[in-house]
């Protein structure tokens, strides 16, 4: 199996770009993003200790994610490998992740790193805000803590990953096929 990360700030583009590269390469997509929303929209009670946290732009603790990413890796079968969206974004987060992976015959093959510049991240966020209705895209203050939050607590494991020779970075500005193709020709590359 070959597992990637995808990943960059809010809005850089990680889960447009994820829901078609797994299915081009017949990956399962784990969007931590998309787990968090959906125990919100079933009203859990994690649902509703999550609302708040993600509503304000921060993380939430990294139990939480590392659990539910635990559980979708026992529990799916069947593709060339795994694409992490969205996860991880702590150190610590990557840490559980390479040993959740190692004790499973597996490892991070290839973490792809979208680059794209502020203004445009703010621009798109607003504009998902109109569709989407997330309260964390309607607010540019909240937009600003989620890319502060990126800066300190996930960026770092840019660094980590350069270290052990699996960091890929990808120009994520242009359109949705043009950075779909730049992503697709590194991921040929492993699969
Ligand atoms: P996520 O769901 O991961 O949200 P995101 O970073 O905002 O989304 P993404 O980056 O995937 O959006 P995309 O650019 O594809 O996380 C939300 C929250 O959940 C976090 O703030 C946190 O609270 C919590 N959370 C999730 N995972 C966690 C973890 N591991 N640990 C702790 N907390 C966690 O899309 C943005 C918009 O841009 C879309 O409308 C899209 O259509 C548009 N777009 C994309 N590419 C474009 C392009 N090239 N041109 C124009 N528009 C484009």
Avoid at 145 to 158: A, L, Q
Avoid at 168 to 186: C, H, N, S, W, Y
Wanted: negative net charge.
């Amino acid at each position: 199996m070959v597992n990637f990360l995808i990943f960059g700030p809010p809005g850089s583009g990680k889960g447009t770009q994820s829901v078609r590269l797994a299915e081009k390469f017949n990956l399962i997509h784990l969007s931590t993003g998309d787990m968090l929303r959906a125990e919100i929209t079933a009203g859990t009670e994690l649902g509703k200790k999550m609302s708040l946290i993600m509503s304000k732009g921060e993380l939430v603790p990294d139990e939480v994610v590392i659990e539910m990413i635990a559980y979708k890796i026992d529990n799916s079968k069947g593709s060339a490998g795994f694409l992490f969206d969205g996860f991880p974004r702590t150190v610590a987060q990557t840490i559980a992740l390479e040993k959740m992976l190692n004790v499973r015959g597996m490892k991070i093959d290839s973490m792809l790193v979208l680059d794209v510049d502020h203004d445009e991240l703010v621009k798109r966020l607003i504009a998902r805000a109109e569709l989407s209705g997330r309260p964390d895209d309607k607010d540019p203050a909240v937009i600003e803590n989620r890319i502060d939050v990126y800066k300190e607590k996930t960026e770092p494991i840019i660094n980590y990953c350069r270290e052990k020779g699996i960091y890929q970075p990808v120009k994520g500005m242009g359109t949705i096929e043009d950075i779909f193709k730049r992503l697709a020709d590194q991921m040929k590359e492993l699969i």
